[in-house]
């Protein structure tokens, strides 16, 4: 079993950076790959970026390429999503998740509980 707790979301003005953070606890953390998705109100959830196990392949939508980065390090059991130039656009819930490979579609065995992500006009 592995719970994932994120965390560094919060209330920002568009062109700000945030990184948020989502470690891992329970079973050996560098056995999955890790992504992150994100749902805004009325919106259906949609993916963000996505990590293989040991960091080699990277995946991300297009919306966020050249804005976001994901990084893991599997010592600290943590993923982290640096997120620069932020737009009102990217307002959501943001939620980590973990699973066997890393995919752009929501096959994850295991989900965060989510960070919220505001960015003001």
């Known amino acids: 079993q592995v719970q994932l707790v994120e965390s560094g979301g919060g209330l920002v003005q568009a062109g700000d950076s945030l990184r948020l953070s989502c470690a891992a606890s329970g079973r050996s953390f560098s056995v999955y790959a890790r992504a992150w998705f994100r749902q805004a109100p009325g919106k259906e959830r949609e993916f963000v970026a996505a990590?293989?196990?040991?960091?080699?392949?990277?995946y991300y939508t297009d919306s966020v390429k050249g804005r976001f980065t994901i990084s893991r390090d599997n010592a600290k059991n943590t993923v982290y999503l640096q997120m620069n130039s932020l737009k009102p656009e990217d307002t959501a819930v943001y939620y980590c998740?973990?699973?066997?490979?890393?995919?752009?579609?929501?096959?994850?065995?295991?989900w965060g509980q989510g960070t919220q992500v505001t960015v003001s006009s």
């Open positions: 998740a973990a699973g066997l490979r890393a995919t752009m579609t929501p096959e994850y065995n295991y």
């Open positions: 990590i293989s196990m040991r960091g080699g392949t990277t």
